[in-house]
């Protein structure tokens, strides 16, 4: 029944590494999100796909790379992590006007 | 200036008072506009989209005034499962798809 899922849940790795998070949403939807949710609390949008072709880039380091193999995926792939990228990762699909998130991935980089 | 800017609270209310949590947004182009729900630790939720003729959902009333750039939303009847962090979203386009969020404004129920 999971609609929009994330993997891993939590993430615990040192600066330097590079990384990558998993988004699978099996709502048919065409377009789908990640979003950072900083220690504020604040959620910013970073990139959206549409049917696979990037949309949205919210001036995100280069360091940051989305890659959507089909619509219904959306990973992200993050090189050289730095202290700051520590944070909460949603991904998100949307249907009409309303977002679906994932369960999130909590980044933290020692 | 944040885009959207939310009091963060927290609201301490009892069960059954009713709470009104304000919001404002700086750009006037924004087109449509929502309430989002965040539980602790947990990913947000669509609460509701807000109309410019305001609209309600149960207990829950969102209001919206364009000229002054302000969203409300009123919560009746409180209930403990109410407690949460309440997010004011804006897009600039009518789709919802380029969404920004405010800082939220927590609310804690108390019996």
């Known amino acids: 029944d999971t609609a929009v899922s994330q993997t891993p849940k939590y993430l615990v790795t040192q600066m330097g590494n590079d990384k990558s998070i998993k988004c699978e949403q099996n709502l048919g939807h065409d377009t789908m999100y990640w979003y950072k949710q900083d220690s504020k609390k604040f959620l910013k949008i970073m990139f959206s796909y549409n049917n696979k072709e990037l949309i949205i880039n919210e001036t995100v380091p280069n360091r940051f790379s989305p890659k959507s193999p089909d619509k219904a995926h959306l990973n992200l792939h993050i090189n050289s992590l730095e202290l700051g990228d520590s944070a909460v990762y949603f991904c998100?699909?949307?249907?009409?006007?309303?977002?679906?998130f994932g369960p999130g991935t909590r980044l933290t980089v020692l | 200036r944040k885009e959207v800017e939310q009091d963060p609270g927290p609201f301490n209310v009892p069960e059954g008072a009713t709470v009104a949590f304000n919001c404002t947004y700086s750009n006037s182009a924004s087109q449509s506009f929502f309430w989002y729900r965040q539980d602790c630790r947990k990913e947000p939720k669509l609460l509701m989209s807000v109309y410019s003729s305001g609209n309600e959902d149960g207990r829950f009333t969102a209001q919206l005034n364009r000229a002054s750039q302000y969203i409300s939303l009123l919560i009746r009847d409180s209930k403990l499962s109410d407690s949460a962090t309440y997010l004011c979203v804006v897009s600039i386009d009518n789709a919802g798809n380029m969404l920004t969020f405010g800082g939220g404004t927590r609310l804690m129920v108390k019996p």
């Open positions: 998100a699909s949307r249907s009409y006007n309303e977002q679906f």
